[in-house]
């Protein structure tokens, strides 16, 4: 069983930064696709950046301001977060996808995260 611990969540001002990190253990993080997904109050959760062996995948909303690395001797998945918005307000939560091409989908991932709560207001 692979368990998933965020931290790094905090409150910001707007155009800010703050980084993000999610911790692995048990089973083989380094063959796991790693995504960090948000979801905000009052809506969906969304998918905010992937790193797997294809690549790193952001959508248009993050694109230039999130960066998503990894360090697979440390069995850690970062999310570095720059030029912070308001609407950037959510609860972020890192998944581990077993197949290492990774999915874009909630449903494709298989090991979660308990969250960890991000707040950009002046």
Do not use: H
Request: aromatic share 12%; with cysteine.
């Amino acid at each position: 069983q692979v368990q998933l611990v965020e931290s790094g969540g905090g409150s910001v001002q707007p155009g800010g930064s703050l980084r993000l990190s999610c911790t692995a253990s048990g089973g083989t993080f380094s063959r796991y696709a790693m995504g960090w997904f948000r979801r905000a109050p009052g809506k969906e959760r969304e998918l905010v950046a992937r790193i797997s062996s294809v690549g790193t995948y952001y959508p248009d909303s993050v694109k230039g301001r999130f960066t998503i690395s990894r360090d697979n001797a440390r069995n850690t998945v970062y999310l570095q977060m720059n030029s912070l918005k308001p609407e950037d307000t959510a609860v972020y939560y890192c998944a581990a996808d077993k197949f290492s091409l990774g999915s874009l989908r909630e449903s494709g991932y298989d090991y979660w995260g308990q969250g960890t709560q991000v707040t950009v207001s002046s």
